[in-house]
């Protein structure tokens, strides 16, 4: 059976992630050039808490509590318009310009393999850019696929 939500639930979830966020971001700018495996706890709950809150998002969602968005419904479009898109390709899609975009979402044991790619796609703005306001919701709506996770096999 599936988990259902309510929008307090949403709203306990954002009174967590706002606290976390900021602590995130000074330690992301405080480990910034440095390299091999760095301690990040605060990264590492704000990232949990994220991936929490968009699992409560499309719950709300998928029982109709609430609506999907328009990232989520022109994404889903896209996803079956274009299957075979590489990274990097620009489309055109109701008069606006789309970015397909691949980031790494499984590495090898090793790190030096990518075995799982996440496929996601941007909004461009008329001079070319990214939608900054796109980008943000496309993180937020599936924060997993910005989190990189090792598998076990070789």
Known sequence: MAIMYSINDLNNINE??????????????????????????????????????AKILLDLKNNGLMPFTEVETISAKLMT????????????????????????????????????WAKYWLKKTADGKNDEQWQSQVR???????????SDIQ
């Open 16 to 53: 967590k992630l706002q606290p976390l966020k900021e602590l995130a971001e000074r330690e992301l700018k405080s480990i910034y050039g440095l390299s091999s495996n760095v301690y990040t706890p605060h990264i590492d709950a704000h990232n949990k808490v994220c991936v929490r809150k």
């Open 81 to 116: 318009l274009y299957k075979r898109a590489e990274n990097n390709k620009i489309v055109e899609y109701n008069g606006h310009s789309y970015e397909c975009q691949f980031a790494p979402l499984t590495l090898s044991k090793s790190g030096k393999i990518v075995r799982t």
């Open 140 to 150: 937020e709506i599936w924060p997993e696929n910005f989190l990189i996770k090792v």
